[in-house]
Every structure is written in C-alpha cells, then in structure tokens.
C-alpha cells in the first residue's frame, strides 16, 4: 500500500488531494491543527508547523510520497530538513504567483523568478513560493515535482472569486448585471479536481505550470449566465469608469473578481504544454461553471463574500452608469 504523508490535508485543495489518494487505496496521514476535519478514512497527526516539534509523529516512518502546501518558507524548511531523507517523493504546491512579471504570453516555467523571502518578509506570498520552491529542490530533481497552479477554482473554494459571477447571475434573476468591458482579457484556470486528480496521478518530476486553456472573459460570462438561467441583461461598464467608481480588480471587497488590468497580459495567458504533457486533465470549463453556479446557489447567493459587489453596491453602479 502507497504511504502518502500530507502536510495538510484539511484544507481546500490538499483535501481534494487526500480524498483522491484515499479512492486510490493509498494510506492517507495528514498532519495539521485540527481546525477542520480530514477526509474521512485518513489518519489525522496533530501539530502546529510553528513548533520546533512539529514533525515529530511523522519524522520515524518512510513515505512513499509527501505533500506539501504551505506557503511558509519556514515551514517548507522545517518539513524537507525533518521528513526529506525518509521520501519517496515530494511534491510542492506553489503558485504562478512565483514569477516576476506578467507582460508576456506563452510564458513556460523558465520564466523569470521573484527574488527568493528573506527572514522577515512573511507578507510577500510570491517570495515565500520561491524560497520554499529553492529548498525543495535541495531534494533531488528525479523526485520532486513543484506544481505552479494559477487560479484554482470549483465548488467550494474559500476564496469567493470565480464563484461570484455564480452568484451574481443567479441574484439577478430578470434584472440587470454589471459587467467589465474589458474586451480582449482571457480567464485561464485551474480546475480544483482537475489539480488534485493531477498531483495523485502523475509521475512527472520538475516544475509544471497547472493552468487551463484560455477563455475570453465575455465567453466565461456567457457560460455563468446560461447555466444560471439568468434573463436579464448583461451591461458592460467601461474599464476606466469602473476604476474611477472604487471598484478593484481581481478580488476582495467592492471587485469584479477576473477583471484585470489592461498591462496584465501575460498573467493569464501562461503556457500549459508541460502539464498537458505530464497528463494534467483539464474537464470542460463549462462543467466547473456548472458545478460552481449550484454550489453558490446551495451556500446561499447572499451570503458574505471575500470577492465581489454586494448586490446593493451593484445596482447603485447599475443606476449611475445609466
Ligand atoms: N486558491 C488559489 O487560486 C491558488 C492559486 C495558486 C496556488 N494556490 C496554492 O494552493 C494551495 C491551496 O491548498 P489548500 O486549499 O489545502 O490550503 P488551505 O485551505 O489554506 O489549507 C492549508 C492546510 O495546511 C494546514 N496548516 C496551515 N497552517 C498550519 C500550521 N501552522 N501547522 C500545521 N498545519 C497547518 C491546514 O490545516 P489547519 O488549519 O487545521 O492547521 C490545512 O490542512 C496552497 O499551496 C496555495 O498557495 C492557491
């Protein structure tokens, strides 16, 4: 039986992962606080990443695979200094966030890298990547794989982005909804089964990018309303106007979550060849939008968002566009 050690586990993505490699037949550990269950059937090690101690429950078995997700370079450091010489095989769930630029299309996974955190730069995510992403290489090449994924979404995700225009078509219903112009941005995602489908399946080792085909964002609009059966119109706001009323691109509070701005062109338009070719799936954007829209529609379309407009603050845009 495969021994498949998560450093989480109990979250979003890394429980996909472990509900996955559990279906497989494999023995799932995961090791977190505790704040939030595991996948039924997993074993569950208690610890906090923050004690020197941490590793200790987990530290004197061999693993056929670890998997990490942590966005802490001290944690990374910790983990690979403690369980490294006792794995199989190791993979790092990074970020597209690790690169330093956006401006260019087609860019693989030789593009260019933030400089790597040092002690003290906790806040810069991207910087954090890289600096986890340097000590897992110390691992070796042929046993390590570091997936970059862009923006994760399905059913589910904690981060209300992807999943607001779920809500904001299904809200509407005969009325009106407020749009970016925005014409020529692509949306290019990730799939959260399609990932953790990936990271359980493959035998691939290096760096993979774990991004989807490219949509225009007028087409991921078309998919949200038809499979909310929303009625009413769709108007468009022009980019400079939105940006003159408060209103942020990309996420958070008072946003249009996948607008982006317009020097951006690069960040969703990376290259995928090598994920495809390390046998990344990648299901029909229509079939996530779907399960997305009803799993908005089941949490509540009213509910308090990370991402978005409230619907208020959208009807108010709505009359002072007219
Ligand atoms: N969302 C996106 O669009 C996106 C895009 C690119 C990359 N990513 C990456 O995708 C991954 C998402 O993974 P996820 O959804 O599983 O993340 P998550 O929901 O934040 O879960 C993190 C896991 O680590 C555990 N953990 C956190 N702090 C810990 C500590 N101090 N000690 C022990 N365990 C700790 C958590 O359990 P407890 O809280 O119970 O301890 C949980 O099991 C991350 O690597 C993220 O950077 C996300």
Redesign the pocket.
Known sequence: MTDVL????????????AERWLLSGAAVT???????P?PQGATVAL?????PA?YDLVSRSDWDHVV?????AD?VRAAVDALGARAGRWTY?????VYADDDREDADESAPLLEPAEPGDDDD?GAQ?VAAENTVRELGGGRTLIV??????GDG???D?FGYWGAAFLRARGEDVLVPASQGTDVQ??D?DD?ADFIVATDAAGVVN?VGERHPLSEVFALFRSSARHDGQVVEAPDDWLGAQGVEYWMGERSLPLWLPADMVGFMRRSNRRYREAGGGLRPLADTVARVVADEDERGVDRPRKAGLSRPEELALLRRLR
């Open positions: 998560i450093l989480g586990g109990t979250g979003w993505l890394s429980g996909r992962i995961c090791l977190a606080r505790g704040g939030r595991a610890a906090d990443r923050d004690h941490a990490d997700v942590s966005s802490r944690h769930v990074s970020s597209v966030s995510y990547k970059r994924p862009g923006l994760i979404v995700d904690p981060s982005r995602v990730i959260v990932l774990a």
